[in-house]
């Protein structure tokens, strides 16, 4: 791809829509002079990188970068050189938060979330406008360190629209979703993400 940039020490997160947003890293390890600050999208199921906006601070080694709520990224930390430390946080907004002339995009709403998420079960999300969700995906609260987050996972949920909600089910068994709390997140048909609630699975 045109757009991939060397790197090393680099962030990975998953975001709701299935793209991964990479970001920090550098050409050399922990050189400052070869930080990269443009993030990309890698996009799965194309196999492709795309750009997207660029960061304000290089994050390199130690550096973590975790999925908020709100879909957005949260940056911090890194050693642009030994010894030294990047006191700065920075709150990433990925593209999909946005229409192609800069304004904020309309997002899917999740007003509240009934029953139980048991194994193989099913719960409620009501939202205003059911028939416009693309989809329901789970994502596990992160556990970022070293540049690498064990708890990172995305669980794509099947579901039914009805007039004023939609009738989730949970995943079969815990090797599909590993017990504990998760983001859940609706996606629209245009690729925007809903702000998330915490949910617990099992």
Do not use: C
Not at 14 to 24: F, I, M, R
């Amino acid at each position: 791809s045109p757009f991939t940039a060397p790197r090393v020490q680099l962030n990975a997160t998953l975001l709701p829509t299935g793209k991964v947003l990479v970001s920090g890293g550098s050409t050399n390890d922990e050189d400052a002079n070869s930080a990269v600050l443009r993030a990309e999208l890698y996009d799965p199921a194309a196999n492709t990188f795309s750009p997207a906006e660029s960061m304000e601070f290089p994050r390199l080694y130690h550096s973590n970068t975790l999925l908020l709520p709100d879909a957005t990224v949260l940056a911090v930390g890194g050693n642009p050189q030994r010894g030294v430390y990047e006191h700065h946080m920075e709150i990433y907004s990925p593209p999909y938060l946005f229409r192609p002339g800069g304004a904020l995009a309309p997002r899917p709403e999740i007003s509240t979330v009934n029953g139980r998420l048991l194994y193989a079960g099913t719960f409620t999300v009501y939202t205003p406008y059911p028939a416009d969700v693309r989809s329901v995906v789970l994502i596990r609260a992160g556990a970022v360190t070293h540049a690498f987050d064990m708890e990172q996972r995305m669980v794509g949920l099947t579901f039914t629209a009805g007039a004023d909600a939609l009738t989730v089910t949970v995943p079969a068994n815990g090797n599909l979703a590993p017990p504990g709390w998760y983001l859940l997140f609706l996606v629209d048909r245009s690729g925007v993400p809903s702000i998330a609630k915490l949910v617990r699975v099992g």
